[in-house]
């Protein structure tokens, strides 16, 4: 079969009205994201009483979803305005893309586990927080994150750029992800796949597993606390991270452990989105709908 050089994105296959509105909507949720986290990381470089490693780890985890949401939305935005059906891309363009878009998330997985450890330290171990979370442990502790989630993806771009890729080059989805690569490819993919398989491990089932874990002995303290005020405040600090653990997982879940066989196109799709364009919006508006020092901060501005 003759090898390809370049892919034809699909995107959503809808009628030109429809695209329209899609168009109103992708856009206004990407102005959304770079407005809602862009407020973040200023609140925190603009006012000194947010210079906690709580709000430190926040701002990253702000530039995080800006640079998922970038990596995404823009193409699906041209394969929508395209007027052809289908949006080209280079091949190397298309692995470039997916490098992107698994790389953030994987940071971000590592970076809401940091959170949960500090919320632990925070609740659990208070007379110690400060000497723990120094801010050399902060950094250290962020720098891993974007170093151990880059490393990992650009190991799967390196497997993934020496296979073949023949037929149409039609990729019927929104944008270059795992498997529509690995099903337009006419290599052997079987390592490949095994090899993503395990490195689930270290990226998404370890990081829920501890944070899961620093969650439940956050609420055995909680729980063991006298007063009602000091409870419901100890609970408060801890509440937003919480949330957005569970909107990410879930979705994230929802993403990758049901099987591609049992899930329709357009679901698979819908939950791409979700994932990419909705969740990098929620974390701006929970952190700022929730945190009381960040409403207070806002409200000063």
Not at 25 to 30: G, K, T
Not at 255 to 261: D, M, T
């Amino acid at each position: 079969m003759t090898r390809i050089t370049e892919f034809h994105l699909v995107g959503f296959n809808v009628p030109h009205s429809m695209k329209n509105l899609l168009v109103f909507m992708f856009l206004s949720l990407y102005s959304g994201t770079l407005g809602g986290n862009l407020m973040i990381i200023g609140v925190y470089v603009g006012s000194e009483n947010l210079r906690s490693p709580m709000y430190f780890f926040l701002s990253h985890l702000s530039t995080c979803d800006i640079f998922l949401s970038t990596s995404v939305v823009p193409v699906l935005l041209c394969t929508l305005i395209s007027n052809g059906k289908t949006y080209t891309m280079t091949v190397v363009g298309c692995v470039v893309q997916y490098v992107a878009s698994s790389s953030f998330p994987a940071v971000e997985c590592f970076l809401l586990t940091v959170m949960s450890y500090d919320r632990y330290l925070a609740i659990c171990n208070p007379l110690h927080y400060i000497y723990i979370m120094s801010s050399t442990l902060c950094l250290k502790l962020v720098t891993l994150a974007w170093l151990i989630g880059f490393l990992i993806s650009l190991s799967v771009m390196t497997l993934i750029s020496v296979l073949g890729f023949c037929g149409q080059g039609y990729i019927d989805y929104v944008y270059c992800d795992f498997m529509p690569l690995i099903e337009a490819s006419c290599s052997d993919t079987f390592y490949l796949e095994l090899f993503a398989i395990v490195l689930t491990l270290p990226v998404v089932v370890f990081p829920f597993i501890f944070i899961i874990s620093t969650y439940v002995l956050i609420f055995q303290t909680i729980l063991r606390i006298s007063s009602d005020t000091r409870r419901t405040k100890a609970f408060s600090t801890c509440s937003s991270h919480l949330t957005v653990v569970c909107t990410y997982y879930g979705i994230l879940i929802a993403k990758y452990a049901v099987p591609v066989g049992e899930q329709s196109l357009s679901m698979s799709k819908m939950i791409s989105v979700l994932y990419t364009a909705v969740t990098p919006l929620l974390n701006p508006v929970i952190y700022s709908l929730r945190n009381q020092e960040i409403r207070k901060c806002l409200n000063k501005v």
